[in-house]
């Protein structure tokens, strides 16, 4: 596995996003829940690696001014190895409202000892453990996201404990068959469609 596991940073927990900065990944709802945390005197800021994007559902750059100026949000841009930011995070936050399949930026999180809070959207709720490697929360719910930040930052011994379970979960689920079982079931397909054109010949022919 390319990724490997780094300490946990020992300032303040450090919460990160990386994907397209899109609606439908959850920015706004995410923006909102960091709004609650600060307001109850959270001194938190979340880190955004990722690309602007011309898609409509791309936030829009006068928005994205407005939360980094609030101090929602540290936009860091793109980069082509996110493996010094992940070491330099705490927290992986994936609020997302779409059908993700199985989101290579949480395994990558996840591989790098990092608990992860993201969504019950298809394919990522199911890639975690609920209170184990992570935290589940519902889709557009900024006061559950807001809660399963808190839990990190009331309780930063557990940013290490779960991270490390986050690691040993992703090492030991995530191979190959797991991962096309997870498209199979949450894009439609048949299973046979994933199979070697020999072997599904040989299973139709004995059926």
Request: glycine residues 8%; charged residues 25%; contains cysteine.
């Amino acid at each position: 596995m390319r990724f490997l596991p780094e300490p946990i940073p020992e300032a303040a927990p450090r919460f990160l996003f990386v994907g397209r900065l899109l609606r439908s990944k959850g920015l706004d709802v995410l923006a909102t829940a960091v709004r609650l945390l600060r307001t109850q005197g959270h001194d938190v800021t979340v880190d955004l690696l990722g690309p602007e994007d011309s898609n409509p559902d791309a936030v829009d750059r006068a928005t994205l001014d407005a939360w980094t100026k609030e101090g929602l949000f540290r936009p860091l841009g793109a980069v082509r190895d996110v493996q010094p930011v992940f070491a330099q995070s705490s927290v992986f936050v994936l609020p997302t409202k779409l059908r993700e399949g199985v989101p290579r930026t949480i395994l990558e999180a996840m591989a790098c000892g990092r608990p992860v809070i993201t969504t019950d959207a298809p394919g990522c709720g199911e890639t975690i453990t609920d209170g184990v490697s992570g935290w589940v929360v519902p889709q557009n719910d900024p006061e559950a996201l807001a809660t399963a930040m808190l839990n990190f930052i009331k309780a930063p011994e557990s940013i290490a404990e779960m991270g490390l379970a986050a690691r040993a979960e992703v090492c030991r689920n995530n191979d190959v068959r797991r991962v096309n079982a997870l498209l199979v079931k949450h894009m439609g397909l048949d299973a046979r469609a994933l199979q070697e054109p020999s072997l599904r010949a040989g299973a139709e022919a004995a059926a």
